[in-house]
């Protein structure tokens, strides 16, 4: 699936959702949705960070979380935090029926890590109801 077979309506949906993230939690300086594949589907980003090129490399960092956890024995990635000197990034799985969506989000160092992680969770969670919404009624889901 990519975002070019999304109707304009699902786009809008998730571009919504991925706003109110962005305005929700002070320190947050950019979200993104993409697919586990690496394709843009939404994006706010208030730094020059390209959209298309962090959605790229979103799916990139959940493969390589799915394959350490699998590894290493602890099951699933749920979500991947990565802490950098001047901020950090939250990636979490959007847990819709279709396994195929990632909610990004970046923040300034000083950002609660766990406020980050309970809000971009929050957000995963509107993403998965819309998808799924939208899949129910769409009679050949991408």
Known sequence: MNARVMPP???????????RLHARVSGVIGCVLATTDGRRVSAV?????????????????????????????????????VSAVDGMILLQRVPARRD???????ARRHT???????ETGI???AAART??????RDPQPA
């Open 131 to 136: 998808f799924d919404e939208w899949l129910g």
């Open 100 to 106: 195929l969506l990632v909610v990004g989000t970046l």
């Open 45 to 81: 980003v208030d730094n020059e960070a390209d959209p298309q090129r962090v959605s790229a490399m979103v799916g990139s960092i959940v493969a390589l979380g799915e394959t350490i956890g699998r590894e290493v024995m602890i099951g699933r990635t749920q979500f991947v935090a």
């Open 9 to 19: 309506e699902l786009i809008a949906a998730f571009d919504e959702e991925i706003r």
């Open 112 to 118: 609660n890590l766990g406020i980050l992680l309970h």
């Open 123 to 125: 957000t995963a969670e």
